[in-house]
């Protein structure tokens, strides 16, 4: 059956959240969030990308038709949980999109979740930067059985793209394309700190220019990126190895980057926020200051 989807509701309105919302809003979709344990900075993105806060989650699923789940990892099945409780308090329904990075048996876990309160389920992973209001936008794919549903958003800004009715399907591509681009990031981000706690950044960065030029470059511009994400990006990390455990490949190259992702978190690089950086803004940068955090004596 398909429903009419007049209304949209997201957690949570964070980077890629907020901006999904705003193309949305933009585009002449209404959106909800509430804002219920989150931080002053999400309730300013929340703000400035036009979402309408609802005072309680009971009171945002009475209000929309399709719900979006854009959350760290780790909160993918506590939101579900959330959206499935106030479903059945308020005794409405309405779709579930689930956008998070997580593996395709964290996503059936999710599924079940939401599916036993009567909610539809539909399986996403966003792949690409946050979208822009009339600019570049990520690809959201989806699957399942009702996938096709979320096709409407394709005539409010975005790019969703149906990939069959599996459940699961839809997150393992997410699994396996963002293994390269964050796994590959945090390999970049060791090598270059292992070359710097070695005394031989300037010898490898020769190298580089003259052998792998295209992967310097690619590293001078997604590693100093990487620094605020990282603390989301370790259950990221996590939930590709659990994807590759799965199949009976080694979990262990990605647990090794979620171990690379957890040392930055514990860095003053964590406090940095997107909008009001001054550290870290280089690779060079980046890789001297996780250079000082590494432990001494070895």
Request: with cysteine; charged share 20%.
């Amino acid at each position: 059956m398909t429903t009419k989807i007049s209304s949209v509701g997201l957690l949570s309105p964070g980077d890629m959240g907020h901006s999904v919302g705003k193309v949305l809003v933009h585009n002449g979709m209404p959106v909800h969030t509430c804002l219920a344990g989150r931080s002053e900075r999400s309730a300013q993105l929340a703000s400035a990308a036009g979402l309408t806060v609802n005072a309680s989650f009971e009171e945002l699923v009475q209000q929309v038709d399709l719900f979006l789940s854009i959350v760290p990892p780790a909160r993918a099945t506590g939101v579900a949980q959330q959206i499935a409780d106030a479903v059945k308090t308020t005794g409405t329904t309405l779709i579930y999109l689930d956008c998070n990075a997580i593996s395709p048996e964290t996503t059936r876990e999710v599924g079940r979740i939401v599916e036993a309160s009567g909610v539809t389920f539909i399986d996403g992973g966003i792949i690409g930067a946050p979208p822009k209001v009339d600019g570049a936008v990520p690809r959201i794919y989806v699957s399942g059985p009702d996938a096709d549903q979320a096709t409407i958003l394709n005539n409010h800004g975005l790019d969703v793209r149906p990939i069959g009715d599996v459940i699961g399907h839809a997150s393992g591509v997410k699994m396996c394309y963002a293994a390269l681009t964050k796994g590959l990031t945090a390999l970049g981000t060791e090598l270059m700190v292992a070359a710097e706690a070695m005394g031989l950044t300037g010898s490898l960065r020769e190298e580089f220019e003259l052998s792998q030029s295209a992967m310097l470059e690619h590293l001078e511009k997604s590693v100093p990126g990487m620094p605020p994400k990282a603390y989301r990006w370790v259950g990221e990390m996590e939930e590709i190895a659990k994807t590759f455990d799965d199949v009976g490949l080694t979990p262990k190259m990605l647990l090794g980057a979620a171990d690379m992702y957890t040392l930055v978190g514990q860095t003053p690089l964590a406090n940095e926020t997107p909008e009001t950086r001054t550290r870290g803004k280089t690779l060079q940068d980046v890789v001297e200051i996780l250079n000082e955090a590494l432990p001494k004596g070895k």
